[in-house]
């Protein structure tokens, strides 16, 4: 598609002349010769780029930038003037002007500009998907569970407690990347940048150089200086995931860094002194590991100063069906579809399932079905087969106690047939168990052969 640029100057010869260059390097050009007319265009062209003359007969480009900004911010304002009024032009610019241009200019002078307005005009819609993204990808605010809205509250009080380090915990897919985010973004490190590191998919002897970064000549291959995260994050923070895979040797230097947030490049003699936060997060049993002398003592301690703990999926009860709604919403925006909701029954087998991968599975799962399928609701068949097949209720003992709730409260409730249900999916494991043997069937069930045929017969 061409790239859409409208000129606004009272000088019809400059116009004319400028949009038949500019059309000859295959952009999409249009003219305006007042700033209301200009105005009019910006509704009906939608250019990606403007040349804005500094003084229109009637009107000053001033003003006229003032209300092409208002309208659309992403459109790129070059300022063109003839009078070399270099403080009018610096005003121009913090008016949202992109850049300016003196007259005379030559076609090559032009196509620069706009080569480089068109590539901040694209990182700036670059940095709008990212954040929209981001805005879309905060499930762990979607809840009603009472731990989830604690960790609210902690991600609230840490993210105005800057100088805490914070250890998350919790399984993989639970959302703990994530609520670093939250603490980074709501605290006055929210302008500056926030690195991410997986400890452990970077090779152990790779782990320090990536971190602390290395001087030249360090090691074979080191050609030239390398800063490391913490000192590019200056300023900003680090968040390292997977904080429990850290071998043992940098273990102690990263203590000795949390300690005086000081540290050597490789190779490096003079200590680098930065301002960052580091936000850590495992899913590893840390206390196990410490007794068998892989991870630090000092460390642990040094980094549990204040805890988050995120709970599996399978414990949050009703927020199963809140994140289901809310990706599925995500993603018919995403992919066109219009899905208007999920079935009763493909509810029931989602809040029995016991989501082994947490929120990034559940994720997954509707993203996929969006993809696939094209019907008005998410039913049962649409689900995968270890979703859809997993007999209902076989998991009482440990369904939250809001799933429960859930199926009391839903119109024509039966007690009798909740409990049927329930036998039939303790028949049916039984039999799965003992490959259809109807001894040893009935022998896991605590019931006679003869019983076990009865209810068959009764079930199937």
């Known amino acids: 598609m061409k790239k859409r ?19 000859d390097f295959g952009y999409d050009v249009d003219t305006a010769c007042t700033g209301t007319e200009g105005i009019k265009k910006l509704l009906d062209f939608k ?13 000053n480009g001033l003003e006229v930038i003032k209300k092409v900004k208002a309208i659309d911010k992403e459109v790129e304002v070059i300022m063109m003037t003839a009078y070399g009024d270099t403080k009018t032009a610096v005003t121009a610019i913090k008016n949202g002007a992109f850049d300016y241009i003196h007259k005379p200019f030559d076609l090559e002078e032009i196509q620069f ?54 250890l998350i915990r919790g399984e993989t897919g639970t959302g703990k990347e994530l609520v670093a985010s939250a603490i980074h973004n709501h605290s006055v490190r929210k302008d500056a940048s926030m690195l991410k590191i997986n400890c452990g998919a970077i090779p152990q002897h790779l782990v320090e150089s990536e971190l602390f970064g290395f001087e030249k000549n360090a090691f074979t291959g080191a050609g030239a200086r390398k800063k490391g995260l913490f000192e590019l994050a200056d300023g900003g923070t680090v968040f390292l995931d997977e904080v ?18 000081k540290f050597k490049r490789i190779g490096g003699l003079v200590d680098i002194e930065v301002d960052i936060r580091i936000i850590a997060a495992t899913n ?16 642990y301690y040094r980094l549990n100063v204040v805890p988050i703990h995120l709970p599996p999926l399978r414990e949050r009860g009703g927020d199963i069906l809140l994140l ?49 399928y094209r019907d008005d609701f998410i039913d049962s068949y649409h689900l995968p087969l270890e979703i859809s097949q997993q007999p209902l209720n076989v998991r009482t003992n440990t369904l939250p106690e809001d799933t429960f709730k859930h199926r009391l409260i839903k119109e024509k409730f039966s007690l009798d047939e909740e409990i049927q249900r329930m036998e039939k999916a303790y028949i049916e494991l039984a039999l799965e168990l003992s490959q259809d043997n109807y001894s040893k069937a009935s022998q896991l069930l605590g019931i006679s052969r003869f019983a076990l045929k009865r209810k068959l017969e009764k079930y199937f």
């Open 5 to 23: 640029i409208l000129i606004i100057d009272d000088e019809k010869v400059l116009c004319m002349s400028l949009k038949e260059g500019l059309k």
């Open 47 to 59: 250019p990606q780029i403007i040349f804005l003359d500094m003084r229109l007969s009637e009107e």
């Open 113 to 166: 500009l706009i080569s480089k307005a068109l590539k901040n005009f694209e990182m700036q819609k670059k940095i709008y998907l990212l954040e929209k993204e981001k805005q879309e990808n905060r499930p762990f605010m979607i809840s009603n569970h009472p731990k989830m809205r604690e960790i609210q509250d902690k991600v609230e009080i840490l993210s105005q407690n800057d100088k805490v380090t914070v």
């Open 244 to 261: 429990g895979e850290l071998p043992l040797e940098m273990q102690a230097k990263l203590l000795r860094f949390l300690e005086e947030q």
């Open 284 to 299: 590893k049993d840390l206390e196990k590991a410490v007794q068998q002398k892989e991870f630090r003592e000092d460390l």
């Open 324 to 372: 289901a709604e809310h990706f599925l919403n995500v993603y018919n925006q995403k992919f066109g579809k219009a899905i208007k909701g999920i079935t009763q029954s493909a509810k029931e087998q989602l809040l029995n399932y016991a989501w082994k991968g947490n929120v990034r599975e559940l994720k997954n799962v509707i993203e996929r079905i969006v993809i696939l």
